[in-house]
């Protein structure tokens, strides 16, 4: 299993950018997908995850509103629309990827990772 994390790079306040992260191994179609991200010196932290089962989505509150996750299962591909984009965005995005079909909030709860695409945002 594979994904494979895209998309990333510097963008000004304000802007959109959107991430993808294509799987190849493993069917999106019956596995929940969450995005993390890692700021530079800090741990990693839940940014958004949506269940395979009903689509449910789930975000964390520095993001709700801006971001919305999505999947094309017919691409096996996952994403994240990022609008109003600020400095504090600025981080390694990861997507992952769970048999469970709950929105999952916990690293623990996701058994493979893409290797992480890297966002800069300037103030």
């Known amino acids: 299993v594979q994904l494979q994390a895209s998309g990333g790079g510097l963008v000004q306040t304000g802007d959109s950018l959107r991430l993808s992260c294509a799987a190849s191994?493993?069917?999106?179609?019956?596995?929940?997908l969450g995005w993390f991200r890692q700021a530079p010196g800090m741990e990693r932290t839940f940014v958004a995850a949506?269940?395979?089962?009903?689509?449910?989505?789930y975000y964390a509150d520095s993001v709700r509103g801006r971001f919305t996750i999505s999947k094309d299962d017919t691409k096996n591909t996952g994403y994240l629309q990022m609008n109003n984009v600020k400095p504090e965005d600025t981080a390694v995005y990861y997507c992952?990827?769970?048999?469970?079909?709950?929105?999952?909030?916990?690293?623990?709860?996701?058994?493979?990772w893409g290797q992480g695409t890297e966002v800069t945002v300037s103030s």
């Open positions: 992952a990827t769970s048999r469970s079909p709950s929105v999952l909030n916990e690293m623990a709860r996701y058994d493979y």
């Open positions: 191994g493993r069917a999106l179609s019956v596995n929940s």
């Open positions: 949506v269940s395979w089962s009903d689509g449910t989505a």
